[in-house]
């Protein structure tokens, strides 16, 4: 059984929505490890990555009424807003993080990746290590260009417009490869 259908996202949220500080508190152990792996996957820098985690945590606390269980999990909710918030600080710190693509591609074939986070399945990889080995092994199969496509989308944070420009691709190519890439991945994953 993994950690997402044990812990009670839906439940720890419906708690903070009603002022529930240890309900919040909870959730901070629970997920603020993770969370600020996936944050400092997109900065690359440490002390902002803190700081954007701060800050998700209090507007989880701040926001928990509007989640709503029929749009989705609170556990992809929780990471979408992080996320959310690590790349308004990437765009908003003036600095941009350039990335080599065999780095890139060095990464996928030595790194856990758990920065996936916007959707359920996705951000359950993080601890789960069988799912993030079958990930992996289904990257393999995608062709250089769109792995880095889908590398530089989730675990740098980049837009398609910046992938374009970074692989000196037209917008649409990149638009085609990225859902092709993760139509492929989800169907490699089942």
Same mark, same amino acid.
Request: net charge negative; glycine share 4%; with cysteine.
């Given at each position: 059984?993994?950690?997402?259908?044990?812990?009670?996202?839906?439940?720890?949220? *419906?708690? #903070?929505?009603?002022?529930?500080?240890?309900?919040?508190?909870?959730?901070?152990?629970? %997920?603020? &490890?993770?969370?600020? &792996? =996936?944050?400092?996957?997109?900065?690359?820098?440490?002390?902002?990555? !803190?700081?954007? =985690?701060?800050?998700?945590?209090i507007k989880?606390?701040?926001?928990?009424?509007?989640?709503?269980? %029929?749009?989705?999990?609170?556990?992809?909710?929780?990471y979408?807003? &992080?996320?959310?918030?690590?790349?308004?600080?990437?765009?908003?710190s003036?600095?941009? =993080?350039?990335?080599?693509?065999?780095?890139?591609?060095?990464? #996928?074939?030595?790194?856990?990746?758990?920065? %996936?986070?916007?959707?359920?399945?996705?951000?359950?990889?993080?601890?789960?290590?069988?799912?993030? /080995?079958?990930?992996? &092994? #289904?990257?393999?199969?995608?062709?250089? !260009?769109?792995?880095?496509?889908?590398?530089?989308?989730?675990?740098?944070?980049?837009?398609?417009? !910046?992938?374009?420009?970074?692989?000196n *691709?037209?917008?649409?190519?990149? *638009?085609?490869?990225?859902?092709? /890439?993760?139509?492929?991945?989800?169907?490699?994953?089942?």
């Amino acid at each position: 059984m993994s950690l997402s259908t044990e812990f009670d996202y839906e439940g720890v949220l *419906k708690n #903070c929505a009603q002022g529930d500080r240890a309900a919040l508190m909870q959730l901070y152990h629970h %997920e603020a &490890t993770r969370l600020l &792996t =996936v944050v400092m996957r997109i900065l690359k820098n440490r002390p902002l990555s !803190e700081d954007v =985690v701060h800050d998700a945590f209090i507007k989880i606390w701040q926001n928990a009424h509007s989640y709503h269980e %029929e749009l989705g999990s609170a556990r992809g909710w929780l990471y979408t807003l &992080t996320r959310n918030l690590a790349l308004n600080a990437l765009k908003h710190s003036n600095r941009q =993080v350039l990335a080599e693509p065999d780095f890139l591609l060095d990464l #996928c074939d030595n790194q856990v990746l758990a920065s %996936e986070e916007q959707l359920d399945d996705i951000a359950e990889l993080a601890t789960d290590p069988l799912a993030q /080995s079958s990930l992996l &092994t #289904c990257l393999e199969y995608l062709a250089p !260009e769109r792995k880095l496509c889908i590398l530089h989308a989730y675990v740098d944070g980049y837009t398609q417009d !910046e992938i374009a420009t970074l692989l000196n *691709k037209p917008l649409g190519t990149v *638009k085609s490869w990225i859902k092709r /890439s993760l139509n492929a991945l989800k169907e490699c994953l089942q």
